[in-house]
């Protein structure tokens, strides 16, 4: 095939989760590796499992992880329509060929008659399979049916022996034998497409040269080459991507934590951060390339033959520390427009101060992003630079303020030199602490500590004297008060 079209098909049953968010990645990288194209397509014929908003869900997704489509909804083609709802006139065209070519057939055995066949053949011990009573009806016999309004599927015929040879660039040869194969069902009884059928039908349609999906669809991929086979389309190459595990190495699930893409959104990772996680999911870069890849750098490399057949672990640690290492990295004013919204919901400003409030809180977000993982972290790490500290976590109480012996006079000592600044920045503050510490020949930590606890009511934060500087001279002393009152009162009650 001269040119590669690679599809994405996602079924609007649900929103967009990791191992879906994957196969997009890897159908897009491999298409822009190529110089090809990626079609979206929504798989929408299963109307009981659909749900309202999940297309936009999808898309949305999709959009913020960066992956943009060819052709598909929003975007149209000269492939479309882009939803299978929207398609049916392909499916009855194409079954109705197959009937007339004898290779498919109409079948009127009723849900109970299936059933009770069902059960019988469970009670043998046997799994499952379609007896053929319909398959050799004779056509008056079918017409007549028909014409009296009696329900039906269409079956393919599916021959009874010879092989089913899969060659699939991940997993190499992949062989079945077409007798373990019943007369599958095409077309259903309200005259919609099985997912097997409107695949093939519409991969053809839309000239799709190379299918790369999920592991999971490894055993849908016989029945659909046959259904190429019976029509005479040529058949396009496969890749199955290994299945996404949890770190158990169950199957993957909400109960392993988040899941979906729009979680990860809200919870304040990255795009960037998700995309090369995603990455390393199946394929690993070159060894001088790192971990920390973008895919402007996956892109030039990324071959299907070089995709794991082993199953990928799912690590949300991994995804965290990753996100971790972009936000460190990333520009302070670009890094504030995406954290704006996650210091609006956790209450630290509202809508107008964001605007007005800008420059500090980009000061603040240049600070504190070395110490955080996420943008949730984030917002709530620079609490104590919007809202005055209202207590102190209770192991820094502990450690700095009750069993360090004159902590509350070291803390005065400390307030007296900030008071005497003039100057109130990174710089004059640190020189002032220093300066107290050779005084009284302590240790750095022994005055860090229990005023980093004062002035922010956490154990970790920032350097001291950047928050210090932040927060300005006034809060510092109002803070460093508060704190020592609080000392004096529980040395008291204890």
């Given at each position: 095939?001269e040119?590669?079209?690679?599809?994405?098909?996602?079924?609007?049953t649900?929103?967009l989760?990791?191992g879906?968010?994957?196969?997009?990645l890897?159908?897009?990288?491999?298409?822009?590796?190529?110089?090809?194209?990626?079609?979206?397509?929504?798989?929408d014929?299963?109307?009981?499992?659909?749900k309202?908003?999940?297309?936009?869900?999808?898309l949305?997704?999709?959009?913020?992880?960066?992956?943009?489509w060819?052709?598909?909804?929003?975007?149209g083609?000269d492939?479309?329509?882009?939803f299978?709802?929207?398609?049916?006139?392909?499916?009855?065209?194409?079954?109705?060929?197959?009937?007339?070519?004898?290779?498919?057939?109409?079948?009127f055995?009723?849900?109970?008659?299936?059933e009770?066949?069902r059960?019988k053949?469970r009670?043998a011990g046997?799994?499952?399979?379609?007896q053929?009573?319909?398959?050799?009806?004779?056509?008056e016999?079918?017409?007549?049916?028909?014409?009296?309004?009696?329900p039906?599927?269409?079956?393919?015929?599916?021959?009874?022996?010879?092989?089913?040879?899969?060659e699939?660039?991940i997993r190499?040869?992949?062989?079945?034998e077409?007798?373990?194969?019943?007369?599958?069902?095409?077309?259903k009884?309200?005259g919609?497409?099985?997912?097997?059928?409107?695949?093939?039908?519409?991969?053809?349609?839309?000239?799709?040269s190379?299918?790369?999906?999920?592991?999971?669809?490894l055993?849908n991929?016989p029945?659909?080459?046959?259904?190429?086979?019976?029509l005479g389309?040529?058949?396009?190459?496969f890749a199955?991507?290994s299945?996404?595990?949890a770190?158990d190495?169950s199957?993957?699930?909400?109960?392993?934590?988040?899941?979906?893409?729009?979680?990860?959104?809200?919870m304040?990772?990255?795009?960037?951060?998700?995309v090369n996680y995603?990455t390393?999911?199946?394929?690993?870069p070159?060894g001088?390339?790192g971990?920390?890849?973008?895919?402007?750098?996956?892109i030039?490399?990324?071959?299907?033959?070089k995709?794991?057949k082993t199953?990928?672990?799912?690590?949300v640690?991994?995804?965290?520390?990753?996100?971790?290492?972009?936000m460190?990295?990333?520009?302070?004013?670009?890094?504030?427009?995406?954290?704006?919204?996650?210091?609006?919901?956790?209450?630290?400003?509202?809508?107008?101060?964001?605007?007005?409030?800008?420059?500090y809180i980009?000061?603040?977000?240049?600070?504190v992003?070395?110490k955080?993982?996420?943008l949730?972290?984030?917002?709530?790490?620079s609490?104590?630079?919007?809202?005055?500290?209202?207590?102190y976590e209770?192991?820094?109480?502990?450690?700095?303020?009750?069993?360090?012996?004159?902590?509350?006079a070291?803390?005065?000592?400390?307030r007296?030199?900030?008071?005497a600044?003039?100057?109130?920045?990174?710089?004059?503050?640190?020189?002032?602490?220093?300066?107290?510490?050779?005084?009284l020949?302590?240790?750095g930590?022994?005055?860090?500590?229990?005023?980093?606890?004062?002035?922010?009511g956490?154990?970790?934060s920032?350097?001291?004297?950047?928050?210090?500087?932040?927060l300005g001279?006034?809060?510092c002393?109002?803070?460093?008060d508060?704190a020592?009152?609080?000392?004096?009162?529980?040395?008291?009650?204890?």
């Open positions: 095939m040119k590669v079209r690679v599809r994405f098909a996602p079924s609007p649900g929103y989760h990791i879906g968010a994957r196969t997009a890897f159908n897009w990288l491999f298409a822009k590796n190529q110089n090809g194209k990626l079609i979206l397509r929504i798989e014929t299963d109307t009981e499992r659909l309202e908003d999940s297309v936009s869900q999808i949305s997704s999709l959009r913020w992880l960066g992956i943009d060819d052709e598909g909804p929003e975007k083609g492939f479309g329509p882009y299978q709802s929207q398609r049916q006139e392909f499916y009855t065209k194409a079954a109705q060929r197959l009937i007339q070519e004898n290779k498919a057939y109409h079948c055995c009723s849900a109970e008659e299936i009770q066949e059960r053949q009670q046997t799994p499952f399979r379609y053929g009573k319909c398959r050799d009806l004779s056509p016999e079918v017409q007549s049916r028909l014409k009296q309004g009696v039906s599927v269409i079956r393919m015929k599916v021959p009874t022996a010879g092989q089913v040879v899969i699939d660039v190499g040869t992949v062989s079945f077409a007798g373990q194969f019943d007369d599958f069902i095409i077309m009884s309200n919609t497409p099985a997912y097997n059928f409107a695949c093939v039908v519409d991969d053809k349609a839309m000239e799709i190379h299918v790369i999906r999920a592991e999971e669809h055993s991929t029945k659909q080459w046959l259904i190429y086979q019976a389309y040529e058949i396009p190459i199955h991507l299945m996404i595990l770190p190495r199957k993957l699930s909400k109960r392993h934590g988040a899941t979906a893409v729009g979680e990860f959104q809200e304040g990772c990255l795009p960037e951060a998700l995603l390393l999911l199946g394929w690993s070159s001088e390339q971990e920390l890849i973008s895919p402007v750098q996956t030039p490399s990324f071959a299907l033959e995709v794991s199953a990928a672990v799912y690590d640690q991994k995804l965290i520390w990753l996100n971790g290492q972009y460190t990295a990333a520009d302070a004013d670009s890094l504030t427009s995406r954290a704006l919204p996650f210091f609006i919901k956790a209450g630290l400003i509202n809508a107008l101060e964001a605007k007005e409030k800008r420059e980009r000061d603040v977000v240049n600070v992003k070395e955080v993982r996420t949730e972290e984030l917002a709530e790490a609490r104590c630079f919007f809202q005055d500290v209202a207590d209770e192991k820094g109480i502990e450690k700095y303020f009750i069993k360090q012996e004159g902590v509350g070291l803390l005065s000592k400390g007296e030199c900030l008071i600044l003039d100057c109130f920045d990174v710089e004059n503050v640190e020189r002032a602490y220093r300066q107290l510490m050779d005084e020949k302590i240790k930590g022994i005055i860090i500590h229990p005023t980093r606890l004062a002035l922010t956490r154990t970790v920032p350097g001291l004297f950047e928050v210090m500087a932040l001279k006034e809060k002393l109002e803070r460093l508060k020592i009152v609080f000392i004096n009162e529980k040395l008291k009650s204890d």
